[in-house]
């Protein structure tokens, strides 16, 4: 029983509804509660990489800074005895408490986020989606070609600079390759719509009509799915709980 | 709602959202950075970057439903590519994609010029503002900070959204890629 393994349309309802519940509690304990409860979950229920979920939390924990001083020097006056006074500002318990319930809810979003992303495969999302959210077929599959999109655009980036550096651009640094992107969203878009006509052209050649169709990948719901989801919501009450 | 597409404009839209979802994740890296230093605020004048394919999709396939199934689309993308912000991005698509596709609701479908697109720059702007108010706990902020956030955010869906959307859009017809999709169309009827 792991998250990876979770039916991906259950896991985003579960994880969404976590963070809109956490969207009304203003407390820090919550938060707190309900970052501390999704990393133990991260760590007893899923296999994720642990340098990666780092590399994806340093991001927000500059935001959760931003956060906490935005909401200490423009927050509501608040009545309350005064703690500290911080650029001229007297800062009380409350202005305190709000920033810092801010501040980890920013963490706690993300806890959750990664809980989720980390563990889900698009491919098995969209599938799931289409399977069990009842989405369009004609969606979902264009919701593919996307995805297998990025190669193509990749490449054809790399043709649009050869063609510039045949042209005389020097493309030398880095710096080169960044300060000729805007001159090259036009060509590359103009690119990427042709394409699509191409691709559209030969779904429907091979017979593609969106209508609903037969998977070689079936995503079930087992029971699995609500015990996780169970305890995702469990985590939750126990972490409002903490907060009263 | 799909019945009347088009395969290749159902394509379209989802290159589109590939293509945009890249740069709303580039946008994302470069708001994070600022927002530690400047607190949310950061984000505020560089929002309309996060509505601009659904004006331009709506601007070249007009048809219901082209503004908010791009942003979603968008969205979503963002979050398979790696948006650490996870889930909740696909919520805020869905919000943002309401609004753009409120203010082409309005005129019916009928109208494409640049205010209805500004407008639409602004309808995003509002919604996805109602979703960071309540997210975001701005109730927490003084009510002059709150507006001049707000101010920033409709400005910036008007401008780099509305206007930065058409821009784009009639550069590209320019290249002739769009011959074939209803812009094309209008623009010979009309001229």
Do not use: C
Not at chain 1, 82 to 91: A, C, E, I, S
Not at chain 2, 59 to 84: D, H, K, Q, W
Not at chain 2, 91 to 102: K, R, W
Request: avoid cysteine; hydrophobic fraction near 55%.
């Amino acid at each position: 029983m792991t998250f990876h393994e979770m039916n991906p349309t259950i896991k985003f309802l579960t994880v969404t509804l976590l963070m809109f519940g956490l969207a009304f509690m203003y407390n820090p304990w919550t938060p707190l509660a309900v970052f501390i409860g999704t990393l133990i979950l991260q760590i007893l229920f899923s296999n994720v990489n642990w340098k990666r979920w780092g590399l994806f939390m340093i991001p927000f924990l500059f935001t959760a800074l931003g956060t906490l001083w935005t909401t200490l020097v423009f927050g509501k006056e608040a009545g309350g005895e005064v703690m500290f006074t911080l650029f001229g500002k007297d800062l009380t318990v409350e202005n305190v408490m709000l920033a810092s319930t801010l501040s980890l809810r920013v963490l706690a979003f993300t806890a959750l986020s990664l809980l989720f992303t980390l563990t889900t495969d698009p491919k098995r999302f969209v599938y799931s989606l289409m399977q069990q959210g009842k989405l369009s077929p004609k969606i979902a599959y264009s919701v593919f070609v996307g995805f297998r999109f990025f190669p193509i655009l990749k490449r054809e980036l790399m043709q649009l600079y050869e063609t510039h550096a045949l042209r005389g651009v020097p493309l030398e640094s880095r710096l080169d390759y960044i300060r000729h992107v805007p001159s090259l969203i036009i060509p590359l878009l103009a690119g990427s719509i042709r394409q699509a006509e191409r691709i559209a052209f030969s779904m429907e050649a091979r017979g593609f009509t969106g209508e609903p169709r037969a998977t070689y990948e079936v995503v079930a719901i087992t029971r699995y799915d609500f015990l996780l989801a169970s305890i995702l919501i469990v985590l939750f009450g126990v972490s409002v709980w903490i907060g009263i | 709602m799909l019945k009347s597409w088009k395969l290749k404009e159902i394509v379209l839209l989802a290159i589109l959202s590939v293509v945009f979802a890249v740069v709303y994740l580039a946008f994302v890296h470069v708001g994070n950075l600022w927002a530690g230093l400047i607190g949310p605020i950061a984000y505020e004048w560089i929002f309309g970057i996060w509505f601009i394919v659904s004006i331009i999709a709506a601007y070249i396939i007009r048809r219901p439903g082209a503004a908010f199934l791009s942003e979603v689309l968008a969205a979503t993308i963002e979050m398979m590519i790696g948006n650490a912000i996870g889930p909740r991005i696909i919520l805020v698509g869905i919000i943002q994609g309401l609004g753009a596709e409120a203010a082409f609701a309005v005129t019916g479908y009928k109208r494409y010029d640049l205010w209805v697109l500004m407008l639409a720059g602004f309808g995003a702007a509002a919604t996805s503002f109602a979703y960071t108010y309540v997210m975001g706990g701005l109730v927490a902020l003084s009510p002059t900070y709150v507006a001049t956030m707000f101010a920033l955010r409709a400005t910036s869906g008007m401008l780099i959204a509305g206007l930065g959307g058409k821009i784009l859009s009639d550069l590209l017809l320019r290249t002739g890629a769009l011959e074939g999709y209803s812009l094309a169309r209008k623009g010979r009827v009309h001229g």
